[in-house]
């Protein structure tokens, strides 16, 4: 696990990202990773020496299985209070069933997942923007998925979690995967949303995170 920015942490699971932010009223997690990552995330937090107890809020940015697959197990044990869009939220509630995996891909792609289980939303974020919690700010950017939300956290000059809503690659940014986005022209819209915001600092779903001034690697990704 590796700090951001003071009492923000990147944790890599694979190829997805778990960010941890510790806060005066207990430990703030961003997404979940895929299904049985719980007992990975509870070690990192004791590497800081924060116990999984302490997680009183999970923030999350999106329905997919990579982001939400640790979310019921985690809930169930630590009692936090989950927060997502509205849009998303029959998808992780189990209120729409998950679609069956088709084709070879699809099936192999689901074998490795796993299962994820549906959870209870304790909070729903409907407007655009948004303070689900003290210093947060939730930005409703869709296109990857339609309820999907990034959180801008007041710290060091600005921390945003782009979830999926942009990536990074060799210190430069790019927008979602279209292969896996609903409606990319929406996508577009909302990276070119974050591009407009103030931020020093820019963690993501997949990939690195990058610090000093990194809106300006959102304008570049926006104007190239």
């Not at 800081?48 to 923030?59: D, H, K, Q």
């Amino acid at each position: 696990m590796r700090e951001v920015v003071d009492g923000v942490f990147e944790l890599r699971l694979g190829y997805v990202n778990v960010h941890v932010v510790v806060t005066d009223d207990g430990v703030v997690l961003v997404d979940t990773g895929l299904p049985g990552r719980s007992p990975l995330i509870e070690r990192a937090l004791r590497s800081i020496r924060r116990p999984l107890g302490e997680v009183s809020t999970i923030l999350i940015t999106h329905h997919h299985p990579d982001h939400v697959g640790s979310l019921a197990d985690l809930r169930e044990r630590t009692g936090a209070r989950v927060i997502a869009h509205a849009a998303d939220a029959p998808d992780i509630t189990g209120a729409n069933p998950p679609a069956t995996p088709t084709g070879l891909f699809g099936r192999l792609a689901a074998r490795v997942i796993g299962t994820v289980q549906p959870t209870k939303i304790d909070q729903l974020i409907s407007a655009d923007t948004s303070e689900p919690l003290p210093g947060f700010t939730a930005l409703h950017t869709p296109g990857h998925t339609r309820g999907h939300v990034s959180y801008l956290l007041d710290r060091s000059g600005g921390v945003l979690f782009a979830g999926d809503a942009a990536g990074s690659r060799r210190g430069r940014v790019t927008g979602p995967p279209r292969v896996v986005t609903a409606d990319p022209v929406r996508a577009g819209h909302s990276l070119a949303r974050l591009a407009e915001l103030e931020f020093e600092h820019a963690v993501f779903g997949h990939g690195r995170a990058v610090s000093g001034m990194a809106v300006e690697a959102f304008r570049k990704a926006v104007s190239g």
